[in-house]
C-alpha cells in the first residue's frame, strides 16, 4: 500500500476557476504536511505547509488538512495559466526530516 | 538569501563510472537530504545527514552514498553506475529541530545521464 497517495490526473481546469487537489496518507504518526509545485524540468517549490487540522490561507492558495481522516488537499482559486505544473503531496513526523511524496497531480490551467 | 546550491547541474557518465554530486545547504540549515527523482518512481529519499552524521537512510543500494561535512555542506557518490541510475537527483536542506516542524526546502538538482 502506497503511503501517499494522489490522483494522478491529468486534472484539467478554466482558467479562473478553482483547482481542487487531494492526497490522502497511510501513516498516523505524520505530522507535517507540504505542497510543492514542479514544473516540467525544474525542482520542486514549496507552496505551502500545514501542521494543524483546518485551513491555512496564503494568496490565491488554501491547504486543508484533516487528520482524523488521514487526508490533506489544496485549493487554487483564481486560477492561472503559470500554474499548470505537477503537485506534489508530501508528508514526514515531527522530527523527521525524511519526506515521502506522492506520485503528483499533473494539472493544466486552461485559458 | 541564496539557497540550496547543487553542482554540477548536468552531467552525463559511462556505465560502471562513479560520480560525486556536491550540494550547499541555505546559511544556517543544519539538514541535508537526497533525494533521487525518476518518472517511474517519482521522487524517493536516499539519506539525510544531520551534523555530519547519517539520520536516515532509504531503501537503495550500497552503491549510493554520502556524507556531511562540518560547515554542512554535503555530497552524494554513486559507484559502478547503471543505466537505471539515470535521474534528477535533488539535494534539500531544513533548520530541523523546528517545534512548528521541519520545512524543506529543494536545490535546482542535478541530472544524470547514465549512458
Known amino acids: 500500500q502506497k503511503e501517499v497517495e494522489q490522483n494522478s490526473g491529468p486534472l484539467s481546469v478554466p482558467e479562473g476557476a478553482i483547482a481542487s487537489l487531494n492526497c490522502t496518507y497511510s501513516?498516523?504518526?505524520?505530522?507535517?504536511f507540504f505542497w510543492y509545485r514542479q514544473y516540467s524540468g525544474k525542482s520542486p517549490e514549496l507552496i505551502m505547509s500545514?501542521?494543524?487540522?483546518g485551513d491555512k490561507e496564503d494568496g490565491r492558495f488554501t491547504a486543508q488538512l484533516n487528520k482524523a481522516s488521514q487526508y490533506v488537499s489544496l485549493l487554487i482559486r483564481d486560477s492561472q495559466p503559470s500554474d499548470s505544473a505537477t503537485y506534489l503531496c508530501?508528508?514526514?513526523?515531527?522530527?523527521?526530516?525524511?519526506?515521502?511524496f506522492g506520485t503528483g497531480t499533473r494539472l493544466t490551467i486552461i485559458p | 538569501k541564496a539557497g540550496v546550491t547543487q553542482t554540477p547541474r548536468y552531467l552525463i557518465k559511462t556505465r560502471g563510472q562513479q560520480v560525486t554530486l556536491s550540494c550547499s545547504p541555505i546559511?544556517?540549515?543544519?539538514?541535508v537530504s537526497w533525494y533521487q527523482q525518476t518518472p517511474g518512481q517519482g521522487l524517493q529519499f536516499l539519506f539525510e545527514?544531520?551534523?555530519?552524521?547519517?539520520?536516515n537512510k532509504g531503501n537503495f543500494p550500497g552503491r549510493f552514498s554520502g556524507r556531511q561535512f562540518s560547515n554542512s555542506r554535503s555530497e552524494m557518490n554513486v559507484s559502478t553506475l547503471e543505466l537505471g541510475d539515470s535521474a534528477l537527483y535533488l539535494c534539500?536542506?531544513?533548520?530541523?529541530?523546528?517545534?512548528?516542524?521541519?520545512?524543506?526546502?529543494f536545490g535546482e538538482g542535478s541530472w544524470l545521464t547514465v549512458v
Open positions: 534539500a536542506s531544513s533548520l530541523s529541530g523546528s517545534p512548528s516542524g521541519n520545512t524543506i526546502y
Open positions: 501513516d498516523r504518526v505524520s505530522q507535517s
Open positions: 500545514i501542521y494543524s487540522n
Open positions: 508530501a508528508v514526514n513526523e515531527v522530527g523527521n526530516e525524511k519526506l515521502t
Open positions: 546559511s544556517g540549515h543544519r539538514s
Open positions: 545527514y544531520f551534523s555530519e552524521t547519517q539520520r
